[in-house]
């Protein structure tokens, strides 16, 4: 205690206030006046009656003779207490100020040190005993219910700390809170204290204790310190626990405890600048550090595709926080803690642009060397535009990323009016959009290119690879124009793409079909109508048909719409060229025994036939079997 008193006098002796000590002149002045006397011993009698009511008060409260709390119930105890104290040390001062006897001095001294030691048991009480109720989140919902505490307790020197007034207005927030009157008393403590030099002593029980809760906070959120090799030797499947667990606390961390201490702190020392800084920096640095460096850790890891949208989670939530971030740490000594929020972004942006790269290399690289049957819809079609759509969905963090990206060299030469859509962009709207828009154009493009080689895989049939393009586009384009990348790629893009889709079904058409049409003789044919040329050419027909629809049967188009497409136009040119030669060449056979022989089929037939197409079920259409035709046809 010795140590503190010491700190108490010079504390005292650094804030020496009027009266101030009269010069020789006034002095013997002051002497030589018949009324000089009287006044000094009055103002002498008055501070030592101070002393008095003071050392009354100080004794009654002494933590050795009482153990009752002075911050609990009615408030008008510990007010008055306050104000003896403060009244105590005006009469120190003007004992010093007046050289009086040192005796008198020691004695109010040794009054403030059993003072402070019951403010500072009374701090350590209200601290301790409502710690459920000064937690961050009570404490959140207070800043944001009552930020009037804030500009109030930004008052000045002057200002009566702890007045009736200040009580009151905490007493009724919040239907009389027990959080806001807590901060009031734990405010007035620590403003009274640190005034008279006991800034440590109650400095040190705040920190010690309120770093407790922010340190248990995170423990409950599940936040964990783990290093940087411990988190590259995770399997990725226990890694991305952790990730899940982590984005789900980061904004209650950021949010509301962080944000609740830092509050708190400018409450309760708001006068006093440094203090505030250094308690708030103390308290939460550590956990803050450790919060903000998972992100980083994780960065650092193996690349794949397949971790993107995770780090695209941590990059999201660590942006997204960043204004509150850079609030809550605005001291100079918390600037560490900003620094890392950034070093993260900076790694997490690293690792997306890398995990772009690799992607796109992967792409490339599959060696899938098998024709897919039926001509459906490849699996790297799937796997590359569902990967692209749910990266769409992230396309404003893509922004940030590959905002100053270089694009490839292959890519960067792409013509604009070919591949995607910026004539509603303009200046810098335009160029941050391009950025990202060429990046996604690129990736599809490469797809694309890779289909084409896949197609060639159909040596055996020329039309099912058209078929197989046609699916596959339509997929892509599919995908695009139901999500966000029909904004980036814009409708131009898909207007086109739509075109080659139509050009491929064409040309499925044009190989699949042009043999069977090419068996009926066209309208202004001169074909002689004779029995032997009438059965020659439904025996071509037939067989001609048959052949394509056997080979076409367990062909696919997964797209109702396109699939309906296709048949419509088959329809639309086969059965209406055939229902014209069979209604005008069909009546030549009736009276031949085994007509049905040549005449196997009615349009209606065909009509029935083509609908089964595309389905992918394998049907037969063989001509051995009448009774399968018959019945079909029946239908």
């Not at 007493?171 to 007035?188: F, G, P, Q, R």
């Not at 403590?189 to 440590?200: N, P, R």
Request: charged share 25%; with cysteine; net charge negative.
């Amino acid at each position: 205690m010795a140590r503190s008193r010491r700190g108490g006098l010079k504390s005292i002796f650094a804030h020496k206030s009027t009266p101030s000590s009269p010069s020789p002149s006034s002095s013997s002045s002051l002497s030589a006046s018949p009324i000089a006397s009287p006044i000094h011993t009055f103002s002498e009698s008055m501070m030592e009656e101070n002393i008095e009511i003071a050392e009354s008060m100080i004794r009654k409260w002494n933590t050795e003779n009482s153990n009752h709390e002075l911050f609990s119930g009615d408030r008008r105890e510990a007010k008055e207490f306050i104000k003896s104290v403060k009244n105590l040390q005006r009469a120190m001062h003007y004992f010093v100020s007046e050289n009086t006897s040192h005796e008198k001095l020691v004695h109010a001294q040794n009054l403030m040190q059993v003072a402070m030691k019951r403010l500072e048991k009374e701090f350590y009480q209200i601290l301790s005993s409502n710690r459920d109720h000064l937690d961050p989140e009570t404490i959140s919902v207070s800043f944001s219910s009552h930020a009037s505490f804030k500009s109030r307790s930004s008052c000045s020197d002057e200002d009566e700390i702890g007045s009736e007034d200040e009580i009151q207005i905490a007493e009724d927030s919040v239907s009389e809170s027990v959080s806001t009157i807590a901060m009031s008393d734990l405010k007035m403590i620590a403003e009274c204290m640190i005034s008279l030099g006991y800034s440590k002593e109650c400095v040190k029980i705040y920190k010690i204790i309120r770093k407790s809760i922010i340190d248990e906070g995170l423990y409950r959120l599940g936040i964990e310190r783990l290093s940087s090799h411990q988190i590259q030797k995770m399997e990725w499947e226990v890694l991305e626990v952790k990730i899940k667990s982590w984005l789900g606390a980061m904004k209650v961390a950021v949010n509301t405890l962080f944000a609740g201490e830092r509050f708190l702190c400018d409450f309760v020392f708001s006068n006093f600048h440094f203090i505030r800084e250094s308690c708030f920096s103390d308290i939460a640095k550590e956990g803050a550090i450790s919060l903000f460096q998972f992100p980083e850790f994780v960065a650092k890891g193996k690349k794949s595709s397949e971790k993107m949208f995770r780090i695209l989670d941590l990059y999201d939530s660590v942006s997204d926080l960043w204004p509150h971030i850079e609030s809550i740490f605005s001291f100079e000594s918390t600037s560490i803690v900003r620094s890392q929020a950034i070093a993260s972004l900076l790694k997490l942006g690293e690792a997306i642009r890398a995990m772009l790269m690799e992607f796109e290399s992967a792409i490339e690289k599959d060696m899938s060397k098998s024709a897919l049957p039926g001509g459906g819809v490849h699996p790297l079609t799937r796997y590359v535009m569902n990967y692209l759509c749910f990266l769409s969905d992230y396309s404003g963090i893509l922004f940030d990323v590959v905002a100053d990206w270089p694009l490839p060299a292959k890519a960067a030469a792409l013509p604009d009016d070919t591949y995607f859509e910026t004539s509603s962009l303009n200046g810098d709207e335009d160029s941050l959009t391009k950025a990202i828009t060429v990046r996604f154009a690129w990736l599809i493009l490469v797809l694309l290119c890779k289909l084409d080689g896949k197609a060639e895989l159909y040596k055996v049939d020329v039309s099912l690879s058209y078929l197989f393009l046609a699916n596959n586009l339509n997929y892509i384009v599919s995908k695009v124009r139901s999500s966000n990348l029909h904004f980036l790629l814009g409708e131009n893009w898909i207007s086109k793409h739509e075109s080659k889709v139509r050009q491929y079904s064409s040309n499925y058409e044009r190989m699949a079909w042009n043999n069977v049409l090419a068996t009926i003789p066209s309208q202004n044919s001169t074909m002689p109508p004779s029995i032997e040329s009438v059965k020659e050419c439904f025996n071509n027909f037939n067989s001609a048909f048959e052949s394509a629809y056997r080979k076409q049967s367990a062909w696919v188009v997964p797209d109702e719409k396109l699939r309906n497409e296709i048949k419509v136009s088959i329809c639309g040119k086969l059965v209406n060229s055939y229902r014209r030669f069979y209604d005008e060449y069909g009546v030549l056979l009736r009276n031949e025994r085994n007509s049905e022989s040549f005449v196997r089929y009615s349009p209606d037939d065909l009509v029935n036939y083509l609908s089964d197409l595309f389905s992918g079920s394998k049907v037969s259409g063989s001509s051995s079997n009448s009774s399968s035709v018959n019945s079909r046809s029946s239908r």
